[in-house]
C-alpha cells in the first residue's frame, strides 16, 4: 500500500466493509496505492481541521467523502452572508449559525458514517498542544499568522504532521510540516513554518477583506491541502515536506520551492527555546487571509 511509513506508525486491524462501505468507497478500494487496507486506515484516523471558512470547506467536503473516520473542527466564528462566496460548507439558511454546527450537519449528510467533533473555540497556547495530541494530522486553514505559527509549534511539540494552506486574491501556497520527525543526516529535511518564514510579523498584514480573493482558488488550495492530508495518512506518494508549493490562478501556473531546516530555528533547531507555548507571544493582530 505505501510507499513511504506513514506519520503516525498505527498498526490498523483487518476491517469487514459493510456492502454499503464497499460501494460509496467503490474508487479507493481498486486504487491499488489505497486498496481495503488504506480505507480501513482511513477509517481509524483522526483529523483535526483549524477553520471551517474558505480552505476548510473543501477540505473538511473531501476528507469527510474520503471516509476519514473522525473529523474534529475548530472555529470561534459564525457565518455571515460575506462568507457564502467562497465557503462552500455553508448556505445562506446558515446565516448566524455557528460554523462549527453548520459543518457538522453537512458533513453528516455527505456522510454519516464520519464522526465530527465540533470544537467552538479560538486555538489559543493554553489549548493548543492538548487538543492537537488528540488527532494524528492537523490542517490548517486559519485566516491569521498568529493562528499558523501557534499550530506549527503545537503541532511540533505534540509530535503530529501539518498540512497547511493559505490563500489572498489569485495566489495560494500549501506545504506539509513535521518538524517533529527531525533534520536527517544532513540537518536539512522537515523544516517548520518558522524555518521557512522566520518569526511572526510584528506588524498587520492586508487581509482578504481588503484586497479579496478569488472564491474559487479557496476549493483549488482546500482540496490540494485534502489530497496532501490522505497521503500522509497513508505514507503514499511524496510529501510536501521540505517543499512549498505556490500556484498563481491567473497565471494558471503551479510552481514549488524547496525550503530546508533553519538550525538556528527557536522550535525545531539545534538549541530550541520554544518548549512552552505559555512563553510565546502570539500577536492576534498580525492579519493574513487564508479562509475567513
Known amino acids: 500500500m505505501s510507499e513511504r511509513p506513514a506519520d503516525d506508525g498505527r498498526e490498523v486491524e483487518e476491517r469487514d466493509f459493510s456492502d454499503e462501505e464497499i460501494e460509496r468507497y467503490a474508487r479507493h478500494l481498486v486504487l491499488p496505492e489505497i486498496g481495503?487496507?488504506?480505507?480501513?486506515?482511513?477509517?481509524?484516523?483522526?483529523?483535526?481541521?483549524?477553520?471551517?471558512?474558505?480552505?476548510?470547506?473543501?477540505?473538511?467536503?473531501?476528507?469527510?467523502?474520503?471516509?476519514?473516520?473522525?473529523?474534529?473542527?475548530?472555529?470561534?466564528?459564525?457565518?455571515?452572508r460575506?462568507?457564502?462566496?467562497?465557503?462552500?460548507?455553508?448556505?445562506?439558511?446558515?446565516?448566524?449559525?455557528?460554523?462549527?454546527?453548520?459543518?457538522?450537519?453537512?458533513?453528516?449528510?455527505?456522510?454519516?458514517?464520519?464522526?465530527?467533533?465540533?470544537?467552538?473555540l479560538r486555538l489559543g497556547p493554553d489549548n493548543a498542544v492538548e487538543l492537537v495530541s488528540r488527532y494524528d494530522l492537523v490542517c490548517d486553514g486559519s485566516d491569521n499568522f498568529a493562528t499558523r505559527y501557534l499550530a506549527n509549534d503545537a503541532c511540533h511539540l505534540a509530535g503530529r504532521?501539518?498540512?497547511?494552506?493559505?490563500?489572498?486574491?489569485?495566489?495560494?501556497?500549501?506545504?506539509?510540516l513535521r518538524s517533529h520527525r527531525g533534520h536527517g543526516d544532513d540537518g536539512a529535511e522537515n523544516p517548520c513554518y518558522r524555518c521557512l518564514f522566520g518569526g511572526q510579523p510584528g506588524d498587520g498584514k492586508?487581509?482578504?477583506?481588503?484586497?479579496?480573493?478569488?472564491?474559487?482558488?479557496a476549493g483549488t488550495m482546500g482540496a490540494l491541502q485534502a489530497v496532501e492530508a490522505v497521503k500522509?495518512?497513508?505514507?503514499?506518494?511524496?510529501?510536501?515536506?521540505?517543499?512549498?508549493?505556490?500556484y498563481d490562478a491567473l497565471e494558471a501556473s503551479f510552481r514549488t520551492i524547496r525550503a530546508k531546516a533553519d538550525p538556528a530555528c527557536p522550535l525545531?533547531?539545534?538549541?530550541?527555546?520554544?518548549?512552552?507555548?505559555?512563553?510565546?507571544?502570539?500577536r492576534p493582530d498580525s492579519e493574513a487571509c487564508a479562509a475567513e
Open 36 to 80: 481495503e487496507a488504506g480505507q480501513a486506515r482511513l477509517l481509524d484516523s483522526r483529523v483535526l481541521v483549524i477553520g471551517a471558512g474558505g480552505l476548510g470547506s473543501p477540505l473538511l467536503l473531501y476528507l469527510a467523502a474520503a471516509g476519514v473516520g473522525t473529523l474534529g473542527i475548530v472555529d470561534d466564528d459564525t457565518v455571515d
Open 82 to 120: 460575506s462568507n457564502l462566496q467562497r465557503q462552500v460548507l455553508h448556505g445562506e439558511a446558515e446565516i448566524g449559525v455557528d460554523k462549527v454546527d453548520s459543518a457538522a450537519r453537512r458533513l453528516a449528510q455527505l456522510n454519516p458514517g464520519v464522526a465530527v467533533e465540533p470544537h467552538r
Open 161 to 176: 504532521p501539518l498540512v497547511t494552506a493559505a490563500i489572498m486574491r489569485f495566489d495560494g501556497q500549501l506545504t506539509t
Open 206 to 217: 492586508q487581509s482578504c477583506a481588503d484586497v479579496g480573493v478569488l472564491g474559487a482558488l
Open 232 to 246: 500522509e495518512l497513508l505514507g503514499i506518494g511524496r510529501s510536501l515536506a521540505g517543499r512549498l508549493l505556490l
Open 268 to 282: 525545531c533547531g539545534t538549541a530550541p527555546s520554544i518548549t512552552n507555548l505559555s512563553e510565546i507571544a502570539y
